[in-house]
């Protein structure tokens, strides 16, 4: 099998993640999605990574559907609970990771723009998003070993790799002062954890 990413992607980087931990082989092709010749579009008409292509050519995509795919190929350590109450939970977690990486890349993809062409409006809107998930999630690790049932799953993976894309882009950021980590203490402590496993090392993104 195939997996088309981008080294700095968070959610091709929560696939290779899943994919790693579940001892699954990937062939892995990095790919430009401004190339001229990326062919991510001929596998996703989204033209967005990740995508899987499987040994008949079937492709999958978006993340979530890959990591479920993933997940289920083998009964290793399964990272999505099969008990229907847990995996809410775990998908819930998801969830919410996901969608502050999606506010966190809109602000930086508008900042990416000329200056004369940027939206303050749009900016501030997308990074409360961020800040509003962050403080949740902050608030949900209290006293917490991992995010479900003391359990590391998708959950976790899902959290991590926000916050390493979030380190990555907004590292300087800061609010009265704090950076990140100082302001969201739970985070930064389940991040350091989560750091140390060879599947995040391997997949660090790159500045």
Known sequence: MQLFYTVNSPYARKVRIVASEKHVDLE???????????????????????????????????????????????????????????????????????GVCDAAVAVMLEQRKPVELQSQMHIDKQMAKVVAGMTRLDADLVKKKWCVNETFSLADIALGCMLGYFDLRFKDMRWDHKSWQDKFPNLAKHYSVLVKRPSFKQTMPVA
């Open 28 to 98: 892995l092709k990095e790919v430009v999605l401004t190339d001229p010749d990326c062919p991510v579009g001929q596998h996703n008409p989204l033209g967005k990574v990740p995508v899987l292509v499987m040994e008949d050519g079937e492709a999958l995509y978006d993340s979530r559907v890959i990591v479920e795919f993933l997940d289920y190929r083998t009964p290793v350590s399964h990272l999505i609970p099969q008990d229907h109450t847990a995996k809410i939970k775990v998908r819930r977690w998801e969830a919410l990771a996901d």
